[in-house]
């Protein structure tokens, strides 16, 4: 009966950790469905959201709706906006930008005028805009910096229809770049596009946004929406043409065509990482930029600061501290913290240690701030709620919030529910409520709070005070009582700590006590602080640490009495189950022979299917060792053509000078001077004719072995083999290494560089392009080295750049490639060193020009 109880127990006892239902939120969209917004439909339709307990409502857009105003005034939990979402930030509203999806605005100027070629021709001519597009600091900017007056411009309201630029009803447009410009490449039309960031004014757009409120008592839900949705975009940004199928299908009100939806992707991806690898990144000193802008123009209201405008989330596990906070910590971090005590598993002290799950709990609470606690000991709650009072504790850990203490004391928002249950001897009916306990005595410890609510509202109870939960179950033992209500996981651990096999819980009566943690009030900068860091922490965190302390260690007992029992009962059970196979037995055996056939055929299926395997596999293999033989004959002829490349100037003077000395000295005019010059230049080609042996020897050296080796040596390696067929073409080498050490098969990774590098080559002869650079980058962090290589000879296809790792995947002749150098280089960085490499189009200024080409990434981690 013990171990039924216990099961029975513990299983009331995880109601409260059970799955809670999904939380609904909503976002409201800036305009109307199109992919600007894909990555929230991907997270709504992938399950992103759900999966971190959220049901999201996409709020569409219409005219007369303004994002932030929903936000703020709480019809919408979170909210996309431009970067004019400082100027509602200053006009009083209490949102928080979350992340910046654009790195650089997506709204430009555009026109078909022929005779407006640069900003000045804006002059007396009209331009079509929103309100919202005429108050961006990034249009604004881009024409006040060519010294043109906003006075001098006419401006007309936006109808939003291309056909006012194409008919000549307005000179300009203001237009998303990602939009206006394929509906006029479809009609054939020519066009310019006046860009903010062309003229250095690479704004944010797109921010996610939500309000005070919600980060600060909703902070769970919030971290949960940012992290769903930008798995989003990530999915949404590597899968476009499928993006682009669900919107056109679903969310399309619009009626925007899939290839329309494609062009829109693509053009958005070039924004969201425009300078950046991650996306959704905020820059302070971008952000500061943003409102200095505004406020020199005279458009802002307010002044703010910028920090509170923008939730930073930190890489390490601290949160954001603001100066002010930073400064007292500095002066004051060492504080005195009250406890509950002897609410084993909760708060307790054990050989002068404070344990429990809020000692646990506290321990989070100071990887967050940084703080330093002291808990003051001592074994009564009245005496420690009377220090609080005195302020001779700075923080109370866990302590319900009453009117009376709010005189004293600020509340976070409760992060522990502490259910109620009924102790009572083995005989005591269960109950249901404590109302069916009419005329009963029951047990309460008089120093919890709660205590005053139940009993005001159980009236016909008679409560009996007590001083702790040692006091209630003597009590109830000794029939003084009938029974007493304690905290759920404090009992159990009490009553099987003890093995009181005469007591037991009678019901968990949905009687509970939320605790938070409570900060002397009169130190509102500590109570930020420490408030911070509980809406830091997740349910999900406070839901591991409380199961890992309420799991019971059971005693084992001597007495057999429980043992025989439960053999008794594990015999009924069999006699019961040996029935049940008898009548089973009967009415199945006319399936058996059906069964049995059913099997046989499964047998010599599963025997085929070995074999099957087995061919397959070898068949693999044979493929494999083909594939390396021919990557290797491959790579030989490459090396040999390269051997004879860099051969040929050498011997061209050793023959010159052999031929030289010959002659003079058949004509007699050999002088010493003449030999032994010519005798030098031999020698020096020679040693540069065994260097390049040398190099080409280490290049098709095997590796055996994983050693230590340096990458920038072994990129200057592979630079050797090819150092002077890249300087017949022109092509420059600009590196960017620091020095970094791993260990791997230092001739393998020889083999990769040359595989990229050969490639880049490649590319330049197809490209055609005057000034030819190779950007070389090593990057060490604590965590990874990475490796960049990118060119500027155009990039990569987007409709081939997903194949070019296949193996026999090539684009040249067959005369000029097989197809599996990148295939190789591929399986020696994933299989054989356990690193990555992945291949992009990138966008890069150097020196003042723009350049656009493929980009080659290798990253190795720590082990």
């Known amino acids: 009966m013990k171990l039924l109880l216990l099961i029975i127990v513990l299983i009331i006892s995880f109601e409260s950790l059970s799955a809670k239902e999904l939380n609904k939120v909503s976002l409201q969209l800036s305009w109307f469905d199109q992919f600007q917004f894909a990555g929230y439909y991907i997270a709504k339709e992938k399950g992103y959201y759900k999966n971190l307990g959220l049901d999201v409502e996409i709020k569409p857009f219409n005219f007369g709706i303004h994002a932030p105003n929903e936000v703020d005034e709480g019809r919408a939990d979170f909210g996309i906006g431009r970067e004019t979402l400082i100027l509602d930030r200053a006009e009083g509203k209490k949102i928080v930008a979350l992340y910046a999806l654009f ?14 070629n640069k900003i000045e021709d804006f002059v007396n001519k009209k331009i079509m805009t929103t309100d919202d597009d005429s108050s961006e600091v990034s249009i604004k900017a881009m024409i006040s910096s060519k010294k043109v007056k906003m006075s001098q411009l006419h401006f007309l309201k936006h109808t939003h229809n291309i056909n006012d630029l194409i008919n000549k009803k307005t000179d300009i447009i203001s237009a998303y770049i990602s939009k206006s410009p394929f509906e006029l490449n479809e009609r054939g039309i020519q066009y310019k596009i006046f860009d903010p960031k062309d003229y250095g004014f690479d704004m944010y757009s797109d921010f996610l946004f939500t309000s005070e409120n919600m980060i600060n008592n909703h902070f769970a839900t919030v971290i949960a929406f940012k992290k769903a949705s930008l798995e989003g975009w990530k999915y949404a940004y590597s899968h476009i043409e499928e993006t682009a199928t669900l919107i056109s299908h679903k969310y399309n009100s619009q009626h925007l065509t899939k290839k329309a939806l494609i062009f829109e992707g693509e053009e958005l991806k070039k924004l969201s990482y425009h300078g950046v690898e991650k996306l959704g990144k905020i ?45 007292y910590l500095k002066e004051n971090n060492k504080f005195k913290m009250c406890i509950i005590p002897n609410i084993k598993p909760y708060s307790y002290f054990e050989k002068n240690e404070f344990k429990g799950f809020i000692a646990d709990y506290f321990k989070i609470i100071k990887e967050r701030t940084g703080i330093e606690i002291e808990v003051i000991k001592d074994d009564k709650f009245k005496n420690y709620v009377n220090l609080f009072k005195n302020k001779k504790c700075d923080i109370f850990a866990s302590l319900e919030k009453t009117k009376e203490r709010e005189t004293y004391a600020n509340f976070t928002k409760p992060y522990v529910n502490i259910p109620f249950v009924l102790i009572t001897k083995q005989d005591f009916p269960f109950v249901d409520s404590l109302s069916g306990l009419k005329n009963k005595k029951i047990g309460i410890n008089s120093s919890y709070n709660i205590s005053k609510r139940i009993k005001a509202k159980y009236s016909n109870v ?62 509102k900068i500590l109570f930020d602080i420490i408030n911070k860091a509980v809406n830091d922490i997740d349910g999900a965190r406070i839901d591991a640490l409380i199961k890992s302390w309420v799991t019971i260690e059971y005693k084992k007992s001597t007495d057999f009495t429980y043992l025989w029992i439960t053999l008794f009962i594990a015999g009924l059970i069999f006699l019961a189950l040996m029935y049940r196979h008898k009548i089973l037995k009967q009415m199945n055996k006319s399936l058996n022979d059906i069964v049995n056939s059913k099997t046989e055929e499964l047998v010599q299926i599963n025997k085929e299917l070995e074999e099957r395997i087995k061919a397959e596999v070898e068949e693999n293999l044979r493929k494999d060792h083909l594939l390396q033989r021919q990557t290797k004959l491959a790579s030989m002829g490459e090396m040999l053509e390269n051997i004879a490349h860099q051969w040929r100037q050498p011997l061209s003077v050793i023959s010159m000078g052999a031929s030289g000395i010959k002659l003079k000295k058949e004509l007699d005019v050999l002088d010493d001077k003449f030999m032994f010059t010519t005798l030098d230049s031999i020698l020096k080609s020679s040693s540069f004719l065994s260097q390049t042996i040398d190099d080409f020897k280490y290049f098709f050296k095997p590796s055996k072995g994983k050693n230590k080796f340096s990458l920038d040596a072994c990129f200057e390696k592979s630079l050797n083999v090819l150092n002077l067929k890249f300087g017949s073409e022109n092509i420059q080498i600009i590196k960017n290494i620091k020095k970094a050490e791993i260990v791997g098969y230092e001739s393998e990774l020889v083999h990769v560089f040359i595989n990229i590098l050969n490639n880049a080559k490649d590319a330049f002869c197809e490209a055609k392009v005057d000034k030819k650079f190779i950007f070389v980058d090593i990057i060490k962090t604590k965590t990874k080295i990475t490796i960049k290589i990118k060119d500027n000879a155009g990039g990569i296809k987007p409709s081939i750049i997903d194949n070019i790792f296949d193996p026999y995947f090539t684009t040249k002749h067959k005369s000029q490639g097989t197809g599996i150098g990148l295939y190789m280089s591929h399986q020696i960085i994933s299989k054989h060193m356990n690193g990555q490499i992945e291949v992009s189009n990138t966008t890069y200024q150097y020196k003042n020009e723009e350049f656009k080409g493929a980009l080659f990434t290798i990253t190795f981690y720590d082990e």
């Open 103 to 116: 790195q650089s605005t997506p709204l430009i100027l555009i026109t078909t005028n022929k005779n407006i």
């Open 283 to 327: 820059k302070e000193d971008k952000v500061q930029r943003i409102y200095d802008l505004y406020n020199v123009m005279g458009l802002i209201p307010n002044k703010i600061d910028t920090k509170k405008f923008v939730y930073y989330t930190q890489d390490s596990k601290k949160i954001f501290l603001t100066k002010e906070e930073s400064a």
């Open 462 to 523: 008679q409560f009996v005070g007590v001083e702790n939960l040692d006091e209630g179950i003597e009590k109830v033992l000794n029939n003084k009582i009938d029974g007493h209500l304690d905290l759920l996981y404090t009992t159990l651990y009490k009553l099987y700590d003890n093995d009181n096999s005469k007591l037991k819980i009678s019901n968990k009566l949905g009687i509970d006590s939320d605790l938070g943690i409570a900060i002397r009030k009169d130190d």
